[in-house]
């Protein structure tokens, strides 16, 4: 079974300032790691994934995320967030070769100030 | 564009009326489709796992007798809360894993925004 936990129900920050959004996981069983976001009244939709290869993985809107093994972490960052970043980011986990089910993190609400 | 589409994507129903939402996958068969709740400022409520051809797996605390899930086909899955009362009143969001290829990540319906009047 996998479990994931974001440990920042809410992130304040300034516009222009660099954010790290925290994903820890735990798993028996080598696994894929995503994060997702969701706008307002919206769906999710992928921010980035990683999947194997190079731990450190870029995604759309300038976000990036690092695979951390021996720490079982797979943070988000941007170095310079926009009012538009504002939003839910969730982590999610899943195990390699096979199993469907989504392990999300409860959410961390990313909120940009000017 | 969309993998996966929800429909309707706002309803507004009467009391004790009951309201079915379809969750679609678009260019993948979905065997496992998954059904959310989400409250206002709060993080997604897993409800049920919907499995194709057989009976969904709900979540510890769901009425499945009032959240009815249909997964007849590996392209549509359905939701019907049944007898819907005001605080049934939800945002829910169904979504689905790609498990082909390198796609392996979840795709996720647009949501609806249940309004129970």
């Known amino acids: 079974a996998q479990s994931v936990t974001q440990l920042d129900s809410q992130v304040p920050v300034f516009e222009e300032a660099p954010v790290e959004l925290r994903c820890n996981y735990s798993?028996?069983?080598?696994?894929?790691l995503f994060w997702y976001v969701q706008y307002p009244n919206q769906g999710l939709q992928l921010l980035l994934k990683?999947?194997?290869?190079?731990?450190l993985v870029k995604g759309i809107n300038g976000f990036e995320a690092e695979f951390n093994k021996s720490q079982t972490s797979f943070h988000l960052r941007k170095p310079s967030v926009h009012i538009s970043d504002t939003a839910e980011y969730y982590c999610d986990v899943s195990p390699r070769g096979g199993g469907n089910k989504l392990t999300f993190g409860t959410g961390t609400q990313l909120k940009v100030e000017l | 564009g969309a993998v996966v589409s929800q429909h309707p994507s706002r309803v507004i129903c009467k009391s004790g009326t009951s309201v079915k939402i379809e969750c679609r996958s678009l260019?993948?068969?979905?065997?496992?489709m998954f059904w959310y709740r989400q409250f206002p400022k709060k993080s997604l409520m897993l409800m049920a796992t919907?499995?194709?051809?057989?009976?969904?797996?709900?979540e510890q605390g769901v009425e499945k007798d009032k959240f009815l899930i249909n997964h007849a086909s590996l392209t549509l899955s359905t939701l019907t809360v049944t007898s819907a009362h005001p605080e049934d009143s939800s945002f829910y969001i169904c979504?689905?894993?790609?498990?082909?290829?390198?796609?392996?990540?979840?795709?996720f319906g647009q949501g609806t925004r249940l309004t129970v009047v």
């Open positions: 979504s689905a894993r790609a498990t082909s290829g390198a796609r392996t990540e979840a795709f």
């Open positions: 798993s028996s069983v080598s696994v894929y």
């Open positions: 919907s499995n194709e051809g057989s009976k969904a797996t709900y």
């Open positions: 990683y999947l194997s290869g190079s731990t």
């Open positions: 260019d993948f068969q979905a065997t496992t």
